[in-house]
């Protein structure tokens, strides 16, 4: 072999040595990055995740509140609108009341509520009332149940009041008292969802 051949065949040992190296080298560096970049996408992915679940806590808290301020305008709604059909309900009721104070029920329901507070004094000394609205039915009244009625200065809508002075005692058969306590005691029940 000569020099030129010995030169060639070293140069292609060192070549090939050096491409060896080279190549270890590179997948050394390439492993390396391939860590590095893995480190990065795991890091960065853990820090999505995180931040991902941040939003969602985040929606869902503002869902939340939404939902709740919806459910509390609702809510007022639901009362308000509660609170007008009321006060419609109970016009409607005392109309009809109106209309019923004309009838001849009502001055024989008087006769009765007067009757009751008879029994109820027991002979003992009282005094009974019937509402302003009501003077037109005095005489009728006086007749019917033999006792001599005053009328009140104050309107308490219709009906019968009656004091029996000895015992301090006040019979309440007034429309106006029962009236505002049903009015007070008035609930809206049924339907779907209602209580």
């Not at 003992?124 to 006792?147: Q, V």
């Amino acid at each position: 072999m000569t020099i030129e051949e010995r030169i060639a065949h070293i140069q292609e040992a060192a070549m090939e040595e050096a491409r060896l190296k080279a190549d270890s080298i590179t997948k050394q560096h390439e492993k390396m990055l391939s860590g590095i970049f893995n480190q990065h996408r795991d890091e960065a992915l853990r820090q999505s995740e995180v931040r991902i679940r941040g939003e969602l806590i985040n929606a869902r808290q503002q869902q939340n509140m939404a939902a709740s301020r919806a459910q509390i305008e609702l809510k007022r709604e639901y009362g308000k609108r509660q609170k007008e059909l009321k006060k419609k309900l109970f016009e409607e009721v005392e109309k009809k009341l109106q209309e019923y104070m004309k009838t001849d029920a009502y001055r024989k329901a008087l006769v009765r509520y007067i009757e009751k507070a008879l029994r109820f004094a027991n002979g003992e000394e009282l005094t009974i009332y019937i509402n302003p609205t009501d003077a037109d039915k005095k005489d009728y009244l006086e007749e019917h149940t033999g006792m001599k009625l005053t009328v009140s200065k104050e309107d308490f809508v219709g009906g019968v009041r009656a004091v029996v002075h000895g015992r301090n005692v006040l019979i309440d058969h007034a429309y106006k008292g029962a009236l505002e306590n049903e009015y007070q005691k008035f609930l809206f029940r049924g339907g779907v969802g209602i209580g």
